[in-house]
């Protein structure tokens, strides 16, 4: 069984940062890619930022310039660096990963953090 935990979240006001962090845990055989999406409510999930095994990465356009993905596969810890937020940020951000338990690839889910940028 694989478990993601979510941490850093929490309220901020306009123009500050915050730092998500995701750890993978469990009879994890390796990673592939993983990612974060955010849901803001009445609205679908969407993908905000995503960085492969090796280390390419790919944003949404709403966050260039402003977000960075990064990862330490030694820990199995996926990060999000926010900076310059904005109050359309707010939204709970989840963490995903395809994660190999043997012969079979699946993705996880993390139980989500609020992020609420107001002043």
């Known amino acids: 069984q694989v478990q993601l935990v979510e941490s850093g979240g929490g309220l901020v006001q306009p123009g500050g940062s915050l730092r998500l962090s995701c750890a993978a845990s469990?009879?994890?055989?390796?990673?592939?890619?993983m990612g974060w999406y955010r849901q803001a409510p009445g609205k679908q999930r969407e993908l905000v930022a995503a960085?492969?095994?090796?280390?390419?990465?790919n944003y949404a356009d709403s966050v260039k310039g402003r977000f960075t993905i990064s990862r330490d596969n030694a820990k199995n810890t996926v990060y999000l660096q926010m900076n310059s937020l904005k109050p359309e940020d707010t939204a709970v951000y989840y963490c995903?990963?395809?994660?190999?338990?043997?012969?079979?690839?699946?993705?996880?889910w993390g139980q989500g953090t609020q992020v609420t940028v107001s002043s």
């Open positions: 995903n990963a395809d994660v190999s338990v043997g012969r079979l690839t699946e993705g996880y």
């Open positions: 469990g009879s994890i055989f390796s990673i592939y890619a």
């Open positions: 960085i492969t095994s090796g280390g390419s990465t």
